[in-house]
């Protein structure tokens, strides 16, 4: 199955308008942040003294920081040859991925830290590795992810030198004309910059003002100077190890999304294209009801991003209110298989529909969170899908951190960020925001909830930080249509002849690439995990997508065989979203909300996906039959 002339024609037209709005011009230097030129100095020659100067003492520097991970190295390598040399035989399809040594997972943590003290592209480093599960380990990309994107909170000084010379023309008066109130204490610091409150004078409208830290593109410019170097040495020194993670290419894309983050007027620009995908987009009331909302950008420059400042309450208040009734991993276990296909069979997603509609537990313990998750989990997933399927335009950090969720009424103006003032109305005593919710107690919490959805508020999930996006080009849309309609057939053979054609095709200039390992090893297990998914699917369960994903990377990883990052990128947020969603609403079903939208949605980015679509109408339909009468049959024996 392929994608029609006109589809491709049309994708083509939106993917060239949108490179033009994300490819901002070239950004001019703040005082400070560029190489001064001396007097009577030749530029060329003065400019790169000090640049390779800078260069050798920041790999000074960076070998210090790193000096106890490079003497742990020579024994790691050693360790990973014994175990290539006689590797387990453990199938991901039975007994789960063959877990890591435990002297590598504490090497991990110890580089972990190093990169933590290295700096913003080494932390941004580590968190796009631990996206990568194609690439490394389960247990590795779970260490790697604690990360934290956190840094050091520059001073006010900066902020307002900043702000006065890109905002205000140099001009320092301007800065108290251009904000009524400026709150000096930052509300978040990231490892590339760090936001504030403030309130503009022209509209009396709060906002809020992200400043990029002082020399911060400088500074990671020099590190993925130095890590290209250092990339280039390893391949050299590990060529059989190394050869197939093509490190250089991987490092140019990370470099190329480095770049974007530095430049904030690319963040406002996203912001704008989300907002325009999703004016009119809403769930219905017969369906719950619910919406999205992305702040609007206000002002953009290159170190400085004033964009809506949007009243919410973190998601992870939600989720800490699942988590204390339940315990971290209690829904799994008691809805789900051994080793977590099966999230939900068909008997225990009757339960959970009438726990949702009844607001207690399915557990019969306790309570089961707010009234507001499950419709929350619809509004995320089903938004997600969107973005992915329909717009070709994906927020790529969709972890708990950057979604929030305020309420509005069910009929309220989509284009209004300010049509919720009645919901003020309904806060207890003593609160005066709906961020304060985070800090009250659950039962507090619960109660102010429930008095939203008796006066008819439904969820406004709200998405922030979007710097990071994913759109896949043209060549790979019809790589992920093919794949789709494969999928739907369960044919793994030509699952896994589609992956491997795919990459060589992908991969033809470079000559370097590592043949995959044991393709019929590759295309069995691929058989049986999509004939493990078909039985399951049969049965009218809900499936982990989340797990299955996990097992793919495995076998990839096992396999040599390479993913391209945009496929290995979704793959991800497609468990994060998963993740997010399932801990707020356990019986909630990607299948059933990705069938939600593409039987709404007939000018999908990847295709016409007919027999997606068709696949989909009847495994919903069976499903909702076949809980009904589950439903039924409890009731008569009640």
């Keep these: 199955m392929s994608v029609s002339v006109v589809g491709l024609g049309g994708v083509l037209l939106k993917l060239k308008a949108r490179q033009t ?14 190489d001064s030129v001396a007097g009577g100095q030749s530029p060329d020659v003065f400019s790169t003294a000090l640049r390779v100067s800078s260069l050798c003492l920041r790999v000074v520097e960076l070998a210090l920081i790193f000096l106890p991970s490079l003497l742990a190295l ?10 290539a040399r006689y590797p387990s035989r453990n199938s991901p399809l039975t007994s789960g991925p063959s877990p890591q040594p435990a002297i590598l997972l504490r090497f991990i943590e110890l580089l972990t830290y190093s990169l933590q003290l290295a700096g913003p592209a080494f932390i941004k480093l580590a968190q796009y590795a631990s996206s990568r599960e194609d690439l490394f380990s389960y247990e590795i990309c779970q260490i790697l992810g604690r990360l934290q994107d956190r840094g050091s909170p520059h001073s006010m000084g900066w902020t307002r030198k900043v702000i006065v ?25 990231g490892a590339i910059a760090q936001v504030y409150k403030a309130k503009l004078k022209s509209t009396h409208n709060a906002v809020a003002v992200k400043v990029a830290h002082p020399n911060v593109s400088l500074k990671i410019g020099k590190d993925l100077e130095i890590l290209r170097v250092a990339t280039n040495v390893l391949v050299w020194m590990f060529p059989n190890t190394l050869k197939w993670l093509s490190l250089p290419d991987e ?12 430049d904030l007027r690319v963040e406002g620009s996203n912001l704008r294209v989300f907002r325009e995908n999703f004016s009119a987009w809403s769930i219905s009331k017969s369906d719950g009801g619910g919406s999205v909302w992305f702040p609007e950008p206000i002002m953009a420059t290159p170190s400085v991003m004033v964009e809506e400042y949007v009243d919410a309450v973190p998601v992870n208040r939600f989720l800490r209110v699942q988590t204390e009734n339940f315990g971290p991993d209690q829904r799994e276990s008691e809805f789900g298989d051994d080793d977590g296909l099966v999230a939900v069979p068909l008997d225990k997603a009757a339960r959970l529909r009438a726990a949702a509609r009844e607001g ?9 969170g707010t009234p507001f998750d499950v419709q929350i989990a619809k509004v995320g997933m089903r938004s997600f899908v969107k973005m992915l399927l329909v717009d070709n335009f994906t927020h790529s950090d969709l972890h708990p951190g950057n979604i929030q969720v305020s309420f509005v009424k069910a009929d309220a103006d989509l284009s209004n960020p300010v049509d919720n003032a009645e919901v003020y109305t309904h806060l207890p005593w003593g609160i005066a925001t709906l961020s304060d919710l985070n800090s009250v107690d659950d039962e507090t919490f619960i109660t102010t909830l429930q008095k939203f959805k008796i006066a008819g508020f439904v969820p406004r999930v709200v998405f922030l930080d979007a710097g990071l996006v994913s759109t896949l080009s043209v060549r ?10 494969q999928i739907v057939r369960f044919d793994g053979a030509a699952v896994a002849k589609l992956l491997v054609e795919r990459q060589r095709a992908a991969t033809a200039a470079v000559a370097s690439i590592e043949p995959v390992r044991d393709f019929a090893g590759f295309s069995a297990k691929m058989s049986a995990l999509l004939a493990r998914i078909r039985d399951s699917s049969l049965k009218l369960s809900t499936v982990s997508f989340s797990w299955i994903l996990r ?20 793959g991800v947020a497609v468990m994060l979203v998963e993740g997010v969603g399932r801990r707020l609403d356990p019986g909630v079903d990607l299948l059933e909300e990705v069938r939600n939208v593409v039987v709404h949605e007939w000018s999908l980015a990847v295709g016409d996906l007919f027999v997606v679509r068709a696949v989909l109408e009847v495994y919903a ?13 409890g009731r008569l024996r009640s």
């Design 165 to 189: 010379r890109e905002l205000s023309n140099g001009v320092d008066s301007a800065f108290e004309d251009l904000f009524e109130d400026f709150d000096t204490t930052p509300i978040g610091v």
């Design 476 to 485: 790979n849309l019809i790589n992920l249509n093919d794949l789709l309609a």
């Design 74 to 83: 020579p024994i790691i390598v050693f360790v990973c040859a014994i175990r």
């Design 251 to 262: 490092l140019r894309v990370f470099s190329e999304m480095m770049h974007a983050q530095t």
């Design 551 to 570: 097992r793919v990377f495995e076998m990839v990883r096992t396999h040599h065989v390479r993913l391209e990052g945009d496929f290995a990128n979704v």
């Design 621 to 633: 339909w069976s499903k909702r039959i076949g809980q009904e009468i589950v439903e039924t049959v």
């Design 360 to 368: 207690t537990s399915a557990s019969g313990v306790g309570g089961c």
């Design 21 to 34: 709005m994300l490819l901002p011009p070239p950004a001019p230097a703040l005082a400070g942040e560029q």
